[in-house]
Structure formats: C-alpha cells, structure tokens
C-alpha cells in the first residue's frame, strides 16, 4: 500500500520540529513562555493576513503594527502574573466593542474585529498551555498534550486518507471523513492511556479512556473550527510556511481546542 506523499512530508516535518519542540517543553519557564509567544505571533499575523488581506504579501500585515503584539503578550506573560489573561480579556473586549459598533469614530471596523479575535484565538486560548507548564507535573501533562494530539491528528490524517470514504462535514472540510475521525479518537485514547500510566499522572483505566475520546473531540472541533475560517476567508492554507502542514495555525489548530481541556482535568486531577 502505497503512503500518500503528504503524509510523508507530513512525517519528514514532524521529526525535524518534534525534537525541538520537546525540548522546549523539558525546559520550562521563561523559554517555554517565550517560544509559545513568538509560535503565537506567527500564528497572530496568519490569522490576520486571512481575515484583512488574504491576497496580499504578508509583508504587508506587520506593518499593522503593535498590535499584533498583544496575543504573543498575553501568552508569554501569564507566565510571570495569571493577571496577563484578565488584561488581555479586557483589551479584546474593547476591540470588539469598538469593531462591532456602528460607528467609524476608533477607525475601520474589521481590523478592530480581528484584533480582538486575535487576542482570543489563538491569544488567550494558547495561554492554557503555558499555565499548564506552570503546574506542578505540568511538562508530563503538555508533553500528554502535545503527543496525543498530533497522534490524533496523524492517526486521523492516515486513517483518513488510507481508508475514508465517507465525508465528516464537506460544507466546511471537504477532505475530512468520519474514518479519520474515527481514526484520530481510536490514537488519542491509546495516547493517553500510555503517556497517562508513563507519567504517572493519576489517570485510571477509565478515566485515560474519558479524557482520551475528550481530547480526540476537542482536537477535531479545534480542526474543524480553523477549516470553517479558512473556507470563510477563503484560502486553503494559513500559510505555507510547514511543509505538509500548512501553516501554524494549520498545525496549531487542533491544540487551541485541546489545550483548555488538559489545564481545566491537569488542575482538578
């Protein structure tokens, strides 16, 4: 059976960042904070190049300025006060207020709606992941997270594109289908189940398979959620800077959706 050449590139791309990306979790602190700002900046200025100027150079979306700056804040900074999150909610709220208002009096409306979207998505969202590292334990629950949802997403990807034949929501994803689905569910319960009992993290039998099928869900509606604003903005990828992945948010999308989940069961757990 022959593997189809995305998949493969797909693959190639992952054990040249995985590694990097692990060691950054093992370090903690400021470097974890820092990278998850600077990956989230990278995220923040795709998400405004496919919501302002999808066909334009991205040249042009830095020069929006400062405030593209704001969600990378947000997520580096809970780092040192949890406070970064409220200061962040309160700046996107203001965005937003002044975006869907009807009136033009703090500028043209949409680029105020996008910033505020921003610090949201992937701003404050993100910021889960770096509070997580934060706790104690916290690198085995990010490593747990990490790890399950790209098995989850490769398992999904494979499965999908070996075997799908029935479409999941082709309105929104066109590619998707319930056998990748089904597929990224079946890796995320095997992936927790073993990262679970290695790290020692409390998990019964149960309770990994639970939080397994929650964590499948969340990364498929985190998936789901970026493919519906790339159909919206109408562009295929949100950049081209991950061979066989896309974009950052591309690769990020199913952790946004996962992310709040592991801190919310990390902090109770």
Same mark, same amino acid.
């Given at each position: 059976?022959?593997?189809?050449?995305?998949?493969?590139?797909?693959?190639?791309?992952?054990?040249?960042?995985?590694?990097?990306?692990?060691?950054?979790?093992?370090?903690?602190?400021?470097?974890?904070?820092?990278?998850?700002?600077?990956?989230?900046?990278?995220?923040?200025?795709?998400?405004?190049?496919?919501?302002?100027?999808?066909?334009?150079?991205?040249?042009?979306?830095?020069?929006?300025?400062?405030?593209?700056?704001?969600?990378?804040?947000?997520?580096?900074?809970?780092?040192?006060?949890?406070?970064?999150?409220? $200061?962040?909610?309160? %700046? /996107? #709220?203001?965005? !937003? @207020?002044?975006?869907?208002?009807? *009136?033009?009096?703090?500028?043209?409306?949409?680029?105020?709606?996008?910033?505020?979207?921003?610090?949201?998505?992937?701003?404050?969202?993100?910021?889960?992941?770096?509070?997580?590292?934060?706790?104690?334990?916290?690198?085995?629950?990010?490593?747990?997270?990490?790890?399950?949802?790209?098995?989850?997403?490769?398992?999904?990807?494979?499965?999908?594109?070996?075997?799908?034949?029935?479409?999941?929501?082709?309105?929104?994803?066109?590619?998707?289908?319930?056998?990748? $689905?089904?597929?990224? %569910? /079946? #890796?995320?319960? !095997? @992936?927790?189940?073993?990262?679970? *009992?290695?790290?020692?993290?409390?998990?019964?039998?149960?309770?990994?398979?639970?939080?397994?099928?929650?964590?499948?869900?969340?990364?498929?509606?985190?998936?789901?959620?970026?493919?519906?604003?790339?159909?919206?903005?109408?562009?295929?990828?949100?950049?081209?800077?991950?061979?066989?992945?896309?974009?950052?948010?591309?690769?990020?999308?199913?952790?946004?959706?996962?992310?709040?989940?592991?801190?919310?069961?990390?902090?109770?757990?």
């Amino acid at each position: 059976m022959r593997i189809p050449r995305n998949l493969a590139l797909r693959l190639a791309t992952a054990a040249v960042g995985m590694p990097l990306l692990l060691l950054v979790i093992w370090a903690g602190g400021w470097p974890f904070a820092i990278v998850a700002g600077l990956i989230t900046l990278g995220g923040t200025i795709e998400f405004a190049h496919a919501w302002l100027m999808p066909t334009r150079p991205y040249r042009e979306v830095v020069r929006l300025g400062p405030g593209l700056l704001a969600p990378a804040v947000v997520v580096a900074g809970v780092h040192a006060d949890q406070r970064f999150l409220i $200061a962040g909610a309160l %700046l /996107a #709220a203001l965005f !937003l @207020a002044a975006g869907y208002s009807r *009136t033009n009096l703090f500028g043209p409306r949409k680029p105020l709606k996008v910033a505020g979207w921003a610090i949201i998505y992937p701003g404050i969202i993100f910021s889960t992941i770096v509070l997580t590292r934060d706790l104690d334990q916290g690198r085995d629950w990010v490593l747990l997270l990490v790890l399950t949802t790209f098995t989850a997403d490769t398992g999904a990807y494979a499965v999908g594109s070996l075997f799908g034949r029935h479409k999941l929501w082709p309105a929104i994803s066109p590619n998707k289908t319930w056998e990748g $689905a089904i597929g990224g %569910l /079946a #890796a995320a319960v !095997l @992936a927790v189940w073993v990262l679970s *009992t290695w790290f020692d993290l409390g998990l019964n039998l149960a309770a990994a398979i639970g939080l397994g099928l929650g964590l499948g869900v969340a990364a498929k509606a985190g998936d789901l959620t970026e493919s519906w604003m790339k159909r919206k903005a109408d562009i295929k990828d949100s950049s081209g800077l991950l061979p066989g992945h896309g974009g950052l948010l591309d690769r990020l999308d199913s952790i946004v959706g996962v992310a709040p989940v592991v801190y919310l069961v990390a902090n109770f757990t």
